[in-house]
């Protein structure tokens, strides 16, 4: 997005239809709302709507007060007076900000003007509106927005509240080459915001994570036994199996709140990314890079030589920091 452009976004969601698609739109809207997505969808703003300049208003929400906005192609929607209004107010916010912003969904192959032919679009000839509505809560996940689960949503309301809610299971599977699972690897699931899920696997390879807000993560996984592995852009409300490559002497290890230890190696670390995203480590009772004043700065992937107490020596590499959360691999 054009860094100096602004938008005062209000809705997760605009829904752009004609009025005789109302009826699978207003179930797609439906939905969304009860996920705790915010929409905005005719209907849902009568009050807001009541008494105001429609021209202006619908040009300011379509051009400035959304994150992204659907547009319902059919026939119906390229012959409409406010279809067209509301498109011209969609098609100026996306050349303002230079990234996505429109998401056409096609009844049928009518042509839009300015929508081109390779612009990615979603066929809702064979999708109900739940399927499209999950399409959607997908998108928005991926985007980096959160959707509040279940039980969530319903304990923050003065009515309506349920007894048995239930938030999102996740479950990732940890296993090697030849699918045997693998028992006490250290999973932990970072958001952007930098707050975390920890957890291990059990005996049958699973980590399972109770999620109460759906949004994207990073995965990083470690064992002492087995190299990092980074999974980016992860979707909670799908399970996820994770293959192991075992590299002799290599193992990894995951610190979640800022310092740690290394098996085999006498001594802390403790890695940090200061306010100005510059990475740099301590060690109590270790050498680092043949006694280098500490803090020592480092860089993401490269490799720092370690030496305990002991004289022993190891080589590691920090494959990810962010916030506290620390993801080191090492060699033995």
């Known amino acids: ?153 319903n304990s923050s309301s003065v009515i309506n509240k349920l007894s048995k809610v239930s938030p999102i299971y996740s479950k990732i599977f940890i296993c090697d080459n030849q699918d045997n699972p693998i028992d006490g690897v250290s999973v932990v699931l970072v958001a952007d915001n930098n707050t975390c899920l920890p957890s291990h696997t059990a005996k049958n390879g699973l980590a399972e994570l109770e999620i109460k807000i759906r949004r994207k993560y990073t995965v990083l996984v470690a064992h002492k036994n087995y190299p990092a592995v980074i999974v980016k852009d992860f979707d909670p409300d799908e399970d996820l199996q994770i293959k192991l490559e075992y590299s002799e002497n290599i193992g990894s290890v995951i610190y979640p709140s800022g310092t740690g230890y290394i098996p085999g190696l006498k001594g802390r670390l403790n890695p940090i990314l200061d306010s100005l995203n510059r990475n740099y480590i301590y060690a109590d009772n270790i050498a680092v890079n043949g006694g280098q004043q500490q803090p020592v700065a480092f860089e993401i992937n490269k490799v720092l030589n370690l030496e305990d107490c002991d004289g022993v020596t190891m080589q590691v590499m920090i494959r990810l920091i962010q916030g506290q959360i620390s993801l080191i691999e090492f060699v033995t």
């Not at 207003?26 to 009541?50: C, N, R, T």
Request: hydrophobic share 40%; aromatic share 14%.
């Open 1 to 153: 997005m054009n860094k100096n452009i602004k938008f005062d976004i209000e809705f997760d969601i605009a829904l752009s239809f004609a009025g005789e698609d109302r009826n699978y739109v207003e179930q797609v809207a439906d939905i969304l709302e009860k996920k705790g997505i915010s929409v905005f969808y005719d209907k849902f703003e009568e009050v807001k709507l009541w008494g105001k300049n429609l021209y202006d208003y619908l040009n300011e929400i379509y051009s400035n007060k959304a994150l992204y906005t659907v547009m319902f192609i059919s026939k119906n929607y390229s012959c409409k007076l406010w279809t067209n209004h509301e498109r011209q107010a969609m098609q100026a916010r996306a050349f303002q900000g230079n990234q996505e912003y429109i998401l056409p969904a096609r009844f049928d192959d009518t042509e839009i003007l300015g929508i081109f032919d390779t612009i990615g679009y979603i066929s809702l000839k064979e999708k109900n509106p739940h399927e499209f509505a999950e399409i959607i809560c997908q998108k928005l996940v991926i985007s980096g927005r959160t959707i509040p689960s279940e039980n969530l949503r």
